[in-house]
């Protein structure tokens, strides 16, 4: 299943972090933060300025970006899960 966000949306897989475990002590699921770090799955055409041209995204399928933890709308899709965010809401651009 393909999925083409709207406008000026973005489509993400958060990132999970390596699993640390120190002093033997194992965090569960239910009390681990959200993860930051998420990669681009898909991304909207772009958001339409006062005089109607179509303003172009600046990130693109594939970048790593970071968010914040709350940012966005949780979807599930076929066993996957997803955040759907605004591009504004995105904070930097993570570069190798």
Do not use: F, H
């Amino acid at each position: 299943m393909q999925i083409k966000p709207l406008y000026d949306r973005v489509l993400l897989k958060r990132i999970e972090p390596q699993e640390e475990i120190r002093g033997g002590i194992i965090i569960p699921d239910t009390a681990k933060e959200k993860p930051q770090e998420a990669e681009v799955v898909s991304v909207g055409d772009g958001k339409l300025d006062e005089d109607g041209k179509r303003v172009p995204m600046t990130v693109k399928k594939g970048d790593r970006v970071l968010i914040g933890k709350y940012s966005g709308t949780d979807i599930k899709i076929d066993d996957d899960e997803y955040t759907i965010v605004r591009e504004d809401e995105i904070l930097a651009i993570i570069e190798k």
